[in-house]
């Protein structure tokens, strides 16, 4: 049983298109964040979130805590956005990942 | 500002041997924080480390181990080797300032990670 679902597993889109990536939890939180790993591993924090709405550039991140769900979103996708996001939740202390959604956008 | 800095970034090794990992945080940053992926189990945390003390673990055995220096530079250990060790093992710190409180209230910066293969 997984804390963190995250769907889909795989997404490829087009350039320009607008992509949604879900992650569901069944634990309590702190706080969510979402991370954005390239090939070779390098892991980003793109947001952190425990209400609301955050946006940086291309990228909305939301959250709704009653429903313990929380969407990304990429607007105008791009081909450097190709990359691995993955949920996280840390819930008592405890640290929960999502498997990670495999994002290709081509050109 | 120099990022965070794992080493080594690769590593061989075999079973039953040991092996350290290095990571020096952000300047000013206090809190060090360990993890393991692997492409079977994905991302997991192992330990946090805040002012040299161990103040959050995660579902590990105990040949994992960590320690954190009063420069804030932390060093894990895997002890004895299983071949199910091989994995990327990411370290990440942020300034922590708020004791147990590793994701609540501080955005994480990642190192590049040390890769380590278990033969």
């Known amino acids: 049983k997984n804390e963190v679902e995250q769907s889909p597993q795989n997404l490829t889109a087009q350039e320009g298109e607008f992509i949604t990536i879900n992650c569901s939890y069944s634990?309590?939180?702190?706080?969510l964040h979402w991370l954005q790993q390239h090939p070779g591993g390098g892991i980003v924090s793109l947001f952190m979130?425990?209400?609301g709405k955050k946006k940086h550039g291309r990228l909305i991140a939301t959250i709704n805590i009653q429903e313990k769900h929380s969407s990304l979103h990429i607007t105008a996708s791009h081909p450097r956005d190709s990359a691995v996001y993955i949920c996280?939740?840390?819930?008592?202390?405890?640290?929960?990942f999502g498997t990670g959604t495999s994002l290709t956008v081509i050109p | 500002k120099a990022g965070v800095t794992q080493t080594p970034r690769y590593l061989i090794k075999t079973r039953g041997q040991q092996v350290t990992l290095s990571c020096s945080p952000i300047?000013?940053?206090?809190?060090v924080s360990w993890y393991q992926q692997t492409p079977g189990q994905g991302l997991q945390f192992l330990f946090e480390?805040?002012?040299?003390?161990?103040?959050n673990k995660g579902n590990f055995p105990g040949r994992f181990s960590g320690r954190q220096f009063s420069n804030s530079r932390s060093e894990m250990n895997v002890s004895t080797l299983e071949l199910g060790d091989s994995a990327l093992y990411l370290c990440?710190?942020?300034?922590?300032?708020?004791?147990?409180?590793?994701?609540?209230?501080?955005?994480?910066?990642f190192g590049a990670g040390s890769r380590l293969t278990v033969l």
């Open positions: 634990v309590g939180i702190s706080a």
């Open positions: 480390y805040f002012s040299e003390t161990q103040r």
């Open positions: 979130l425990s209400s």
């Open positions: 300047s000013g940053h206090r809190s």
């Open positions: 996280a939740v840390r819930w008592e202390n405890q640290f929960y």
């Open positions: 990440a710190s942020s300034l922590g300032g708020t004791p147990g409180d590793l994701f609540g209230a501080n955005v994480l910066t």
